[in-house]
């Protein structure tokens, strides 16, 4: 059986003292491990600072919110390293053109260009 909160047990106070209700909170209410995490003291009171004024229910929020944004930047350079590894593949395999000034004004060319077709259907 799922236990199900009130968005009563969800309110923050703000240090102006009005009170936002979290009604997004109870889609993380699903059982979560517990984890211990050793941290050094700056990053104590920043965890602290956030969770007062960042808006944060609690400490577990700012850590999960960090977390989040690390397994989310991760992804990203994963994907740079797949694209990276595909242009030295290019480059190994001769699929290349080199960087002539001829090529950098087609390439600015073609920019200016598309630049003046989106300007005129605006």
Same mark, same amino acid.
């Given at each position: 059986?799922?236990?199900?909160? #009130? !968005?009563?047990?969800?309110? &923050? +106070?703000?240090?102006?003292?009005?009170?936002? %209700?979290?009604?997004?909170? !109870?889609?993380?209410?699903?059982?979560?491990?517990?984890?211990?995490? #050793?941290? !050094?003291?700056?990053? /104590?009171?920043?965890?602290?600072?956030?969770?007062?004024?960042?808006?944060?229910?609690?400490?577990?929020? /700012?850590? $999960?919110?960090?977390?989040?944004?690390? $397994?989310? =930047? #991760?992804?990203?350079?994963?994907?740079? =390293? $797949?694209?990276?590894?595909?242009?030295?593949?290019? /480059?190994?395999?001769? $699929? &290349?053109? !080199?960087?002539?000034?001829?090529?950098?004004?087609? %390439?600015?060319?073609?920019?200016?260009? =598309?630049?003046?077709?989106?300007? +005129?259907? #605006?």
């Amino acid at each position: 059986m799922k236990r199900r909160l #009130s !968005p009563s047990q969800f309110r &923050t +106070t703000i240090p102006d003292g009005s009170v936002i %209700v979290n009604y997004c909170q !109870p889609r993380y209410n699903r059982r979560m491990a517990t984890m211990n995490v #050793s941290l !050094p003291d700056d990053l /104590v009171d920043f965890v602290k600072d956030e969770t007062v004024q960042g808006g944060y229910g609690n400490q577990s929020d /700012v850590v $999960r919110e960090g977390l989040r944004l690390l $397994r989310e =930047r #991760s992804q990203k350079r994963a994907v740079l =390293r $797949r694209l990276l590894a595909e242009g030295l593949a290019d /480059v190994a395999a001769g $699929r &290349t053109q !080199p960087m002539t000034d001829e090529f950098l004004r087609g %390439v600015a060319d073609r920019a200016q260009a =598309r630049a003046k077709k989106k300007a +005129t259907r #605006s």
